[in-house]
């Protein structure tokens, strides 16, 4: 069965600051997604990442590939209010499953 | 409509009652996935279709869950004789097409948020 762990499962920081959240896995996944979730509102794709060691930039949001396409992570510079939310990461093949997300707060 | 539309969006129901919630998918799209999100928790993986087939049916809970979907649109997820360990938020997502290597971008709808009293 294939699972993915979220790390932190919660992240309080000041605006400004930067971060990482990670997604981990033991199984080989062929590609992963990121997504951002608000609240009463479904998830959001923000990225797929296919190839191993492949670091993707979304504006203040860098993606990364685990060379060997078990892991993943998300930093955040500079973090904004905004940025508050829940980050999923997701994989699979036909199914698509998902990490538990990072519960993330921006302070103001 | 452009988006995956789900319905009701609030469902309020008694212990033991059945009840249909509604999946309506981006036309043209053939994979639709069902989760249910608990308060504050991650997404859990219910049932995926591609087009009216169910290749994996592995998440749904117990036999009082059932889904099918209908000229490879429409989704339906029963439950029956609901408990209220089944009060959660139920997504519906669907995609273009599912079951290569890549992952395509799932699109969801608001969901519907399902509460036994």
């Known amino acids: 069965t294939q699972l993915l762990e979220q790390s932190p499962q919660f992240l309080s920081i000041q605006e400004g600051e930067n971060l990482t959240v990670y997604c981990n896995s033991s199984?080989?996944?062929?590609?992963l997604q990121w997504y951002r979730q608000e609240p009463g509102e479904g998830p959001v794709l923000l990225v797929t990442?296919?190839?191993?060691?492949e670091v993707k930039k979304l504006k203040r949001l860098t993606f990364q590939f685990g060379d060997a396409r078990k892991d993943s992570s998300l930093h955040i510079t500079a973090a904004q209010t905004g940025d508050t939310g829940l980050y999923l990461c997701?994989?699979?093949?036909?199914?698509?499953?998902f990490g538990k997300g990072t519960r993330l707060h921006i302070l103001p | 409509g452009a988006g995956v539309s789900q319905s009701p969006s609030n469902k309020v129901t008694e212990k033991g009652k059945d009840v249909e919630l509604r999946c309506d998918p981006i036309?043209?799209?053939?994979?639709l996935y069902w989760y249910r999100q608990s308060l504050g928790q991650g997404l859990e993986f219910l049932i995926y279709?591609?087009?009216?087939?169910?290749?994996?049916k592995s998440g749904l809970p117990s036999d009082r869950f059932s889904a099918e979907r209908t000229g490879g649109s429409v989704s339906t997820l029963t439950i029956q004789r609901t408990q209220q360990e089944d009060s959660a938020v139920y997504l519906c997502?669907?995609?273009?097409?599912?079951?290569?290597?890549?992952?395509?971008?799932?699109?969801f709808g608001q969901g519907t948020r399902l509460t036994v009293v």
């Open positions: 997502a669907s995609s273009p097409r599912g079951g290569g290597l890549t992952i395509t971008e799932a699109f």
């Open positions: 279709f591609q087009g009216n087939s169910a290749p994996d």
């Open positions: 990442v296919v190839t191993g060691g």
């Open positions: 036309s043209g799209h053939t994979a």
């Open positions: 199984s080989v996944f062929s590609s």
């Open positions: 997701a994989g699979g093949r036909g199914k698509i499953i």
